[in-house]
């Protein structure tokens, strides 16, 4: 099982980025995908995920409205689209796949937030 995500970066504030996560080892439409952050000195955070089934999504408050999770099972990726970024953003973004009891972690990617 393999989870790899990429697309983080130094961005300005109100500035926008990607970030993709690329499945593999496991069959990608039986589980639900998750986005979370963590932030220096602060716990792992939801910040986006669609439910099992994959016909629904959450959103963290501090998020809603400015980020977007969406995924291509055919390309078993999911993908997190981040706009109106400001420094409480910053963190390592990592991509989480879950079923039942099973969950696993990609390695995260550092998002920067900064002027």
């Known amino acids: 099982v393999q989870l790899v995500e990429s697309g983080g970066g130094l961005v300005q504030p109100g500035g926008s980025l990607r970030l993709s996560c690329a499945a593999s080892?496991?069959?990608?439409?039986?589980?639900?995908m998750s986005w979370y952050r963590q932030a220096p000195g602060k716990e792992r955070e939801l910040v986006a995920g669609f439910t099992s089934g994959g016909g629904s999504t959450n959103y963290a408050d501090s998020v809603k409205g400015r980020f977007t999770i969406s995924r291509d099972n055919a390309k078993n990726t999911v993908y997190l689209q981040m706009n109106s970024l400001n420094s409480e953003d910053t963190a390592v973004y990592f991509c989480?796949?879950?079923?039942?009891?099973?969950?696993?972690w990609g390695q995260g990617t550092q998002v920067t937030v900064s002027s």
């Open positions: 989480k796949a879950s079923r039942g009891p099973r969950g696993y």
């Open positions: 080892g496991f069959t990608f439409s039986n589980y639900a």
